[in-house]
C-alpha cells in the first residue's frame, strides 16, 4: 500500500512541476494517482494499472515528441520487468499476449524495410503485452476482482469526462466531424470512436460475466450513457446486437440500468439520428460509399510496397488521414508479412482460449467495428479487449483450453455424481 500512495504522490508532484499550464493532464494524473492508492497492492498491480492507465486516459496529451501514454506505459513496462522473472502465468491465458507481441514484430519489420522504427508505437505496443501477461497471472479470485476493479475505475474516470465535455469543452475540445460540423465527445479517450469501443467491451464484459463485477447496474448506466453521448453509430449498433445475445440469458439483473439508458437515448437521439442520415448520404465524408473510395485510394497507394508495407503511420501522411479500417490500415502500413502476423496472432490466440459466449460476443464486437475503425489495435481498445478476454479465459495449467462457461458444466456435474 505504501508503493501506492508513493504512487499517487509522484504523479501529483510530476504534474504540478512538469505540467502547470496543462489543467486537464494534472487533473488525470491525480486521479490516476488517487485510483493507485485506493485499489492496487504490490507491484504487479501497480504495473497493471500503469499499462492500462496510459492507452486509456493518456493518448490526448503531447509531452514533448511523445504523449502522455507513452511515458505511463514506459513507467508501467519498467515495473513489469522486475515482476515478470518470478510471475507465473497460465499457459493457455497467455497466448492472448502473443497479439500486441505480433504488432510490435510486424511494425518492427516494415520499419526496418522503410528506414524509419517508430519507437513510439513500439513501446506503446510492447506495454500491451507486458499488460496481458501480468493479467495472465491472475490466478486467484481476488486479483481477478482487483485487475477488474483497476479497468472499471480508469474506464469509470473516461467515461465520466466523456458526459463532462460538453461543458468543459474549454478545457477539453470536442472533436468535430469536418464534413457534416457536427459536435461529438470522446473525453480524455481522444475520438469519440475509441471512446465508444472501449466502453462497449467492458459493458459486454459485464454482461456476460457471473463474477468479479460489482455494481454491474451501476457500470451499465455509467458506460452505456457515456457510449451514447459520443453519437458512434457503428459501435453503438454492434454493441446493442452483442448485448442482446447475452442479455438473453441473464437480462433480468439489468433491467433497472436498461431503463435509465432508455432515458439517456431521449437525449441522445437527435445527434445519432444526425449521423445516420451522414452516414446514409453520399456527400457526407462520413458516408459509407466515401468509407469504400477511402480503401480503394488507400490500397493504390500501398502498391508497390505490399510484402511490407509503408511504414506504421505511414497512410496518414500520404493520405491526409486515416484508412478507417483496422484490416485495410494493417495491409497499407506493416504489408502482407504483418497482416498475416496480426490476424494469425488473433486467430490463433481466440481459438486456443475456449471462447465462452460472452468472451464470443466481445471478440466479435472488436473483430466487426473494425471494418471501420482500428478498434483491433488502437491502444485504449486495445488494452480493454485484452484484459477482458484474458481474464475470460479459463486458467487449465495443462494449456488445454476451458472457457468458463464449460468448466461451470464440469463442475456442476461432478457435483451431481458425488450426490448420487
Same mark, same amino acid.
Given at each position: 500500500m505504501y508503493i501506492s500512495y508513493g504512487?499517487?504522490?509522484?504523479?501529483?508532484?510530476?504534474?504540478?512541476?512538469?505540467?502547470?499550464?496543462?489543467?486537464?493532464?494534472?487533473?488525470v494524473l491525480v486521479l490516476i494517482g488517487t485510483a493507485a492508492s485506493i485499489m492496487i497492492q504490490g507491484r504487479s498491480e501497480l504495473s497493471i494499472a500503469l499499462l492500462l492507465a496510459g492507452p486509456l486516459l493518456g493518448s490526448r496529451f503531447s509531452i514533448g515528441a511523445l504523449t502522455l501514454d507513452n511515458w505511463i506505459s514506459a513507467a508501467g513496462i519498467a515495473v513489469g520487468v522486475t515482476v515478470l522473472?518470478?510471475?507465473?502465468?497460465?499457459?493457455?491465458?497467455?497466448?492472448?499476449?502473443l497479439v500486441p507481441g505480433a504488432l510490435v514484430l510486424a511494425i518492427g519489420i516494415s520499419?526496418?524495410?522503410?528506414?524509419?522504427?517508430?519507437?513510439?508505437?513500439?513501446?506503446?505496443?510492447?506495454?500491451?503485452a507486458m499488460l496481458a501477461?501480468?493479467?495472465? !497471472? *491472475? =490466478?486467484?479470485?481476488?486479483?481477478? #476482482?482487483? @485487475?477488474?476493479?483497476? $479497468?472499471?475505475? %480508469?474506464?469509470?474516470?473516461?467515461?465520466?469526462?466523456?458526459?463532462l465535455q460538453p461543458v468543459l469543452q474549454g478545457l477539453l475540445p470536442p472533436y468535430v466531424d469536418p464534413d457534416s460540423g457536427l459536435v461529438r465527445y470522446g473525453g480524455l479517450f481522444g475520438h469519440p470512436n475509441f471512446a465508444a469501443a472501449a466502453l462497449a467491451i467492458a459493458t459486454l464484459n459485464v454482461l456476460g460475466?457471473?463474477?468479479?463485477?460489482?455494481?454491474?447496474?451501476?457500470?451499465?448506466?455509467?458506460?452505456?450513457?457515456?457510449?451514447?453521448?459520443?453519437?458512434?453509430?457503428?459501435?453503438?449498433?454492434?454493441?446493442?446486437?452483442a448485448a442482446a445475445v447475452l442479455v438473453s440469458r441473464r437480462?433480468?439483473?439489468?433491467?433497472?440500468?436498461?431503463?435509465?439508458? !432508455? *432515458? =439517456?437515448?431521449?437525449?441522445?437521439? #437527435?445527434? @445519432?439520428?444526425?449521423? $445516420?442520415?451522414? %452516414?446514409?448520404?453520399p456527400s457526407q465524408q462520413n458516408s459509407v460509399d466515401w468509407r469504400f473510395e477511402r480503401w480503394k485510394q488507400a490500397l493504390s497507394i500501398s502498391?508497390?510496397?505490399?510484402?511490407?508495407?509503408?511504414?506504421?503511420?505511414?497512410?496518414?501522411?500520404?493520405?491526409?488521414?486515416?484508412?478507417?479500417?483496422?484490416?485495410?490500415?494493417?495491409?497499407?502500413?506493416?504489408?502482407?508479412?504483418?497482416?498475416?502476423?496480426?490476424?494469425?496472432?488473433?486467430?490463433?490466440?481466440?481459438?486456443?482460449?475456449?471462447?465462452?459466449?460472452?468472451?464470443?460476443?466481445?471478440?466479435?464486437?472488436?473483430?466487426v467495428t473494425s471494418l471501420t475503425d482500428p478498434i483491433l489495435f488502437y491502444p485504449a481498445t486495445m488494452a480493454s479487449?485484452?484484459?477482458?478476454?484474458?481474464?475470460?479465459t479459463r486458467q487449465t495449467g495443462s494449456g488445454e483450453p476451458e472457457s468458463r462457461f464449460k468448466n461451470r458444466e464440469r463442475v456442476r456435474g461432478e457435483r451431481v455424481r458425488a450426490v448420487r
Amino acid at each position: 500500500m505504501y508503493i501506492s500512495y508513493g504512487v499517487a504522490c509522484a504523479f501529483f508532484l510530476a504534474g504540478l512541476l512538469r505540467w502547470p499550464q496543462h489543467t486537464v493532464a494534472v487533473v488525470v494524473l491525480v486521479l490516476i494517482g488517487t485510483a493507485a492508492s485506493i485499489m492496487i497492492q504490490g507491484r504487479s498491480e501497480l504495473s497493471i494499472a500503469l499499462l492500462l492507465a496510459g492507452p486509456l486516459l493518456g493518448s490526448r496529451f503531447s509531452i514533448g515528441a511523445l504523449t502522455l501514454d507513452n511515458w505511463i506505459s514506459a513507467a508501467g513496462i519498467a515495473v513489469g520487468v522486475t515482476v515478470l522473472p518470478n510471475y507465473t502465468t497460465d499457459k493457455t491465458r497467455r497466448r492472448l499476449a502473443l497479439v500486441p507481441g505480433a504488432l510490435v514484430l510486424a511494425i518492427g519489420i516494415s520499419g526496418l524495410a522503410s528506414g524509419w522504427l517508430p519507437y513510439a508505437a513500439l513501446v506503446r505496443y510492447a506495454g500491451l503485452a507486458m499488460l496481458a501477461l501480468l493479467v495472465a !497471472g *491472475a =490466478v486467484t479470485s481476488g486479483f481477478e #476482482a482487483r @485487475v477488474l476493479r483497476i $479497468l472499471h475505475s %480508469l474506464l469509470g474516470i473516461g467515461a465520466v469526462s466523456v458526459l463532462l465535455q460538453p461543458v468543459l469543452q474549454g478545457l477539453l475540445p470536442p472533436y468535430v466531424d469536418p464534413d457534416s460540423g457536427l459536435v461529438r465527445y470522446g473525453g480524455l479517450f481522444g475520438h469519440p470512436n475509441f471512446a465508444a469501443a472501449a466502453l462497449a467491451i467492458a459493458t459486454l464484459n459485464v454482461l456476460g460475466r457471473r463474477i468479479g463485477n460489482r455494481h454491474p447496474g451501476l457500470v451499465i448506466l455509467l458506460f452505456g450513457s457515456a457510449i451514447l453521448v459520443t453519437v458512434s453509430v457503428g459501435a453503438t449498433l454492434t454493441l446493442l446486437g452483442a448485448a442482446a445475445v447475452l442479455v438473453s440469458r441473464r437480462g433480468s439483473r439489468y433491467r433497472g440500468a436498461f431503463v435509465l439508458v !432508455g *432515458a =439517456v437515448i431521449a437525449f441522445t437521439g #437527435a445527434g @445519432v439520428a444526425q449521423r $445516420l442520415a451522414a %452516414l446514409r448520404s453520399p456527400s457526407q465524408q462520413n458516408s459509407v460509399d466515401w468509407r469504400f473510395e477511402r480503401w480503394k485510394q488507400a490500397l493504390s497507394i500501398s502498391e508497390q510496397d505490399r510484402m511490407f508495407g509503408l511504414g506504421w503511420e505511414g497512410l496518414q501522411e500520404r493520405l491526409g488521414g486515416p484508412a478507417h479500417s483496422a484490416y485495410v490500415a494493417l495491409l497499407v502500413e506493416v504489408g502482407v508479412v504483418g497482416l498475416v502476423l496480426v490476424l494469425g496472432a488473433v486467430a490463433y490466440a481466440t481459438a486456443g482460449s475456449g471462447l465462452s459466449v460472452s468472451g464470443a460476443a466481445i471478440m466479435g464486437f472488436v473483430l466487426v467495428t473494425s471494418l471501420t475503425d482500428p478498434i483491433l489495435f488502437y491502444p485504449a481498445t486495445m488494452a480493454s479487449w485484452l484484459v477482458v478476454m484474458v481474464l475470460g479465459t479459463r486458467q487449465t495449467g495443462s494449456g488445454e483450453p476451458e472457457s468458463r462457461f464449460k468448466n461451470r458444466e464440469r463442475v456442476r456435474g461432478e457435483r451431481v455424481r458425488a450426490v448420487r
